[in-house]
């Protein structure tokens, strides 16, 4: 609608307002105090967090019957004084968690029931501790190949296919009014989409409680492109789960290279724009099945591209830059926003 007064929204939780959450991965640096610039950021853009490591297993669980939740705490308080929509990562997953989950006292693979019931503690006992503060769990993450088979993690063979079901029902028990999510990458591409919309509609013949898909959105330049990310949604979209983005960034670096150690050139500043745009377009399209989307990390700085997956290089992934300055792919975004309150 026309109207005489601009209003400009100048920051991202304003920006998108009515379309979806939008959010930041947090570390202990913003959580802790020891980053208050990126922390006073964090505040002023976001409306929701996700725990970038201290929920997962090697974290929170790190020895048999020694939980630790001091960090864990901490990143919840975080978000409760802040009003976010608070995001725990994650209950299943085959990295950043222990061999001894998956073994008996003597080395050897523990059986089927022996890993149900330590998933089932684990689950019980982490998301139990939060329940009603953590508003939504990555339950399952990357459980698929490439082809969208399901990946052979140490949970698939030992406790059989059934291992994701019966972690959704887990976390459903803990805490009952959590959303719950499927979390994976590279479900833009056609094989694993596929395996992963045949999971969730299983997934819901069977009753479990799945309220959404994240799609972790570690793009790149030309990777996905917009007709990808389009069909991949409305895909998702049409089995009924809402979709998320939940760890976007895009890597704007060749591989195996380091070619911009001090600062990214202007005419790649101004591409990476572009390509946020683009995305973000895609993503407010589809506000109506989108409901978060979140960014993994919040100023390039501290993202784990500059360490993944070559370690030590400098990497621009995400609208705010090394001194926390807002980047001209943050003035797209909103850009993009406005373009579209406008119609
Ligand atoms: C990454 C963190 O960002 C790093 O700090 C950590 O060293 C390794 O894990 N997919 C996921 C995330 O689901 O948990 C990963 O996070 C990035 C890829």
Request: charged share 20%; aromatic share 10%; glycine share 6%.
């Amino acid at each position: 609608p026309r109207s005489n007064v601009v209003v400009t929204p100048v920051t991202l939780r304003a920006a998108f307002e009515g379309a979806f959450l939008i959010g930041a991965a947090l570390n202990a640096a913003q959580f802790s105090g020891r980053d208050t610039v990126g922390a006073t950021l964090v505040r002023a853009q976001f409306n929701t967090t996700t725990s970038e490591n201290v929920l997962k297993w090697q974290a929170v669980h790190p020895l048999p019957g020694t939980y630790d939740f001091a960090a864990a705490d901490r990143y919840v308080a975080f978000g409760e004084r802040n009003g976010m929509f608070i995001v725990g990562h994650t209950l299943v997953w085959h990295k950043q968690t222990p061999s001894w989950v998956f073994q008996d006292s003597s080395g050897r693979p523990v059986s089927r029931d022996t890993l149900l019931v330590r998933l089932r503690d684990h689950i019980h006992t982490v998301v139990g501790r939060y329940r009603g503060r953590i508003r939504g769990w990555d339950v399952v993450n990357e459980a698929l190949n490439e082809d969208g088979t399901l990946r052979p993690t140490p949970w698939l063979q030992i406790i059989g296919e059934d291992y994701i079901a019966q972690a959704f029902r887990f976390a459903h028990e803990a805490d009952p009014d959590a959303e719950l999510y499927y979390n994976d990458y590279s479900l833009e591409n056609a094989p694993k989409r596929s395996g992963a919309l045949d999971l969730v509609r299983r997934l819901r013949n069977e009753g479990v409680p799945i309220a959404a898909v994240g799609l972790q959105g570690h793009d790149r330049m030309d990777w996905p492109t917009p007709a990808q990310q389009d069909s991949t949604v409305a895909a998702f979209a049409a089995l009924g789960v809402h979709v998320m983005i939940t760890e976007l960034d895009i890597d704007v670096l060749p591989p195996d290279l380091n070619p911009y150690p001090d600062s990214l050139p202007d005419s790649m500043q101004q591409a990476l724009a572009q390509r946020y745009a683009a995305l973000f377009a895609v993503y407010l399209r589809h506000a109506d099945a989108i409901t978060r989307v979140t960014f993994w990390g919040v100023s390039d700085g501290s993202s784990w591209l500059n360490n993944w997956p070559v370690r030590g290089r400098t990497n621009y992934p995400l609208l705010f830059d090394r001194l926390h300055r807002k980047k001209p792919a943050f003035e797209a975004v909103v850009g993009v926003a406005q373009q579209a309150a406008a119609r």
